[in-house]
């Protein structure tokens, strides 16, 4: 029997994972020594060497890893392809993946329908798509990026990644992301001078970070102008349309209903103003809508929403520039120099959802 087939079960090829394991170290030393960097200790590439002859070990792209060129290709996985920004985020991806000669593959991953706070993806998928030698990094965006199965088979393969995502991860610290916390707050004060007292929020669903800290955002804002947050005041949607309709249906059906309501993206706003056409409460002189994202659909529905604008395009673009840097660096000194985290500036735009509180709050019979 070969060690190949002792040390791959299956008799599949030996990966750089089972180089990694077989030498104790971890599978980014590996691709360095594979590449023919320099920055390895003589025992370590010794040691890694010596494993792979052991579990008889060949790149896939052996004459490219060998001679230390890269694929000069990004890998983007998601598995919400209803997000209305991803369009902007591609486009953005896409014109710097060009302007930098490298090539944007994108996969989805898993099942798009009922998603939860457990991870529904099969390891066995997420370990055939992430083959450290046929990409030199990973895009992730929401809500893919707080998957642990598959940030675990990132840092397990050694493969450069940035997260559009607003909070740290401990192994995979590159992101991109707008301040969501600042925006929630910013978005909630807006109604509160235009006069809002009893205030609802959409939240959106708890795979998304970046939904807790919008709340969080709209709780402070409340809490600062001494404005009490109510439990009755707060559902959750899923980001989409249907969920954002059924939330608002509910905040409207109650006796004292409000007479704002924050959406946590575009989507389930323009569900709200479809529940208060249909319970014929006039939006903005009955009620306030806000929305998050300015997504396409901010500028289709009527009236157009008072909206936060994530600069998605640039996201996209900062996330391809940012991994090329550190792909590019990431085996010398210099890699200290490039900055792990991008927070782009976002923007309040005000459109015709939104207007003064009524002194007499809306009631319904």
Known sequence: MSNLRNKAPGNREATIKDVAREAGVSAMTVSRVINSKTNVKPVTRDKIQKAITKVNY????????LSGRQTYQFLMLYNNPNVGWMGELLIGMMNSCRRIGYHLSIEGVGEFEDQTPETIHDPREINRLIDRSRIDGIILPPPICFDQVVLDAIKEQGIPCVRLASTPQRDIKLCVSIDNYAAGYEITRHLIELGHEDISIIKGPVLFAASAMRFEGYAAAMRDHGLAIHESNIETGNFDVQSGYRCARTLLSRKHCPTAIFASNDE????????????????????????????????SVWPKLTTVRQPLRAMGEQAVNLLERYVRHMDDESLEEVQPAIVLEYKLIERQSTGPALKTKLKQE
């Open 268 to 299: 389930m706003a323009a569900g709200t103003l479809a529940a208060a056409q249909e319970m014929k409460i006039s939006v903005p002189e009955q009620l306030s809508v806000a929305g998050f994202d300015d997504a396409p659909i901010a500028h």
């Open 58 to 65: 060949r790149p896939n792209v052996g004459a490219r890893l």
